[in-house]
């Protein structure tokens, strides 16, 4: 297996311009999870999803913010519009009911 | 609501000294406690996690913790540090194993001097 995977892992945009993270899950997985890492803040938990559906979405910083999964093998993040405080690195993880498993990330820095 | 507090922000040890990585935890519901591990620019990698039973954990590379309720604390050592265990370490507590998410600590990173 892949493991999970991210894309793109480095993104680069300017303050206004919306942004599009995505992940694909582990094979099998039914949980999804979205955090955020920053020197700041650490790791904080933005949403996640059981069965594609979305069970806790209080972490979501504000309406700027949104997340989908249209189907078990994919998700996104979505930032519109996008400011400079969201520049961090964005983690998707997948688990089947044992401990989540994590993608490598996507850096993202709102210039 | 959970918590996890990491003592000690950066730690630093000569190789082949012993390893402790301190957690202390909060939690309303019996907890699920992990500890994971970041290398520079990558993801986080599950070293172990104590779900319920053995209160001694095993994990990968030679770690180890011990779940001590009395204590509230999940402490992470390793008998003898290698300079590949430079790298942050994270604790983290959920009320279930897979099925909820991780509230994590703030990380510990660890510098292994040669």
């Known amino acids: 297996d892949a493991g999970v995977i991210q894309s793109p892992r480095h993104e680069v945009t300017e303050m206004g311009q919306e942004v599009t993270l995505r992940c694909k899950p582990i094979?099998?997985?039914?949980?999804l999870f979205w955090y955020r890492q920053t020197m700041m803040r650490g790791l904080e938990l933005l949403i996640y999803?059981?069965?594609?559906?979305?069970?806790?979405d209080s972490g979501m910083p504000e309406d700027r913010f949104s997340a989908k999964m249209p189907n078990a093998s994919f998700s996104t993040l979505k930032i519109q519009p996008s400011e400079p405080r969201d520049s961090a690195v964005y983690f998707c993880a997948s688990s089947s009911g044992q401990a989540p498993f994590f993608g490598p990330g996507t850096r993202l820095t709102v210039l | 609501a959970q918590s996890v507090t990491q003592l000690g922000s950066h730690v630093s040890v000569s190789e082949g000294a012993l390893v402790l990585l301190r957690c202390n935890y909060s939690?309303?519901?019996?907890?699920?406690l992990f500890w994971y591990v970041q290398y520079p620019n990558q993801g986080l990698q599950l070293l172990l996690k104590?779900?319920?039973?053995?209160?001694l954990v095993k994990g990968i590379n030679g770690f180890e913790a011990e779940f001590k309720k009395s204590e509230t604390s999940f402490h992470l050592t390793k008998p003898s540090a290698h300079m590949s265990d430079a790298a942050e370490y994270f604790c983290?507590?959920?009320?279930?194993?897979?099925?909820?998410?991780?509230?994590f600590g703030s990380g510990t990173r660890l510098q292994v001097q040669p």
């Open positions: 104590y779900t319920t039973g053995a209160t």
């Open positions: 094979s099998g997985h039914d949980y």
């Open positions: 999803f059981n069965n594609n559906v979305p069970i806790d």
């Open positions: 939690s309303s519901v019996p907890p699920y």
């Open positions: 983290a507590v959920s009320p279930d194993t897979g099925r909820r998410a991780l509230t």
